[in-house]
């Protein structure tokens, strides 16, 4: 079946650390997203890739960084720059861009815990 | 510029009674229009989206939405709720033909349902 696949769905973050949120898909979909949500909270647009070896910032990109080196991946790195980072993240891809009105398939998310 | 209100925080309803979930936008070109649902700790799943075909769009689990230009609404309604349906829901517009256009997503409707 095609999907999203976030990984890890847990992951605790010591003060100074960077860590990694793996998303790939097999949808064979163009754009790729990153989205941050606060308990209680909609989403909020962190990155997106439109095609492969590119990407932008979205509304709150400040302390994390990501790369599209393959279609199918887009890896969130969350850096100790990012003030507050214990978040919910869902990946999310769709055929076209950001543009084109089409469906945005999301996966199931990871949670991210500083302590 | 595009914007979206999600016109309640949190809905309670018994179950077997109507579901009404109210949203609002605004856009300066033809918008997509879509609600997602949300249960804990899971990423968002499609429930029905419009896209300048037909006004009353029908979805996933017995809900439907009708898209009202004059309104500017998009909300969401289900004739009998059931206890499954208790989750987060999100109404999002996507705008097409414009290069500047984004993606934005409501600030959700909590949905409780009462035994």
């Known amino acids: 079946d095609g999907g999203i696949t976030q990984s890890p769905k847990y992951l605790f973050r010591k003060e100074g650390q960077n860590v990694t949120l793996s998303c790939e898909q097999n949808?064979?979909?163009?754009?790729m997203y990153w989205y941050r949500q606060d308990p209680g909270q909609g989403l909020r647009l962190i990155y997106y890739?439109?095609?492969?070896?590119?990407?932008q910032k979205g509304d709150i990109a400040e302390g994390y960084s990501v790369s599209r080196e393959k279609k199918e991946s887009f890896p969130l790195t969350v850096t100790s720059a990012q003030k507050n980072p214990t978040a919910f993240y869902l990946c999310?891809?769709?055929?076209?861009?950001?543009?084109?009105?089409?469906?945005?398939?999301f996966g199931e998310g990871s949670w991210l815990t500083v302590v | 510029a595009q914007s979206v209100t999600q016109l309640d925080s949190h809905v309670s309803v018994s179950e077997g009674t109507p579901v009404l979930l109210r949203c609002n936008y605004s856009?300066?070109?033809?918008?997509?229009l879509f609600w997602y649902v949300q249960h804990p700790n899971k990423g968002l799943q499609l429930l029905l989206k419009?896209?300048?075909?037909?006004?009353l769009v029908k979805g996933i689990n017995g809900f439907e939405a009708e898209f009202k230009k004059s309104e500017t609404s998009f909300h969401l309604t289900k004739p009998s709720a059931h206890m499954s349906d208790a989750a987060e829901y999100f109404c999002?517009?996507?705008?097409?033909?414009?290069?500047?256009?984004?993606?934005?997503f409501g600030s959700g409707t909590r949905l409780s349902i009462r035994p």
């Open positions: 419009y896209t300048s075909a037909a006004t």
């Open positions: 949808l064979n979909h163009d754009a």
């Open positions: 999002v517009v996507s705008e097409r033909d414009s290069s500047a256009s984004k993606i934005i």
């Open positions: 890739s439109q095609i492969v070896n590119d990407f």
């Open positions: 999310a891809s769709s055929i076209g861009g950001r543009s084109s009105g089409n469906t945005i398939y």
């Open positions: 856009s300066s070109y033809s918008p997509s």
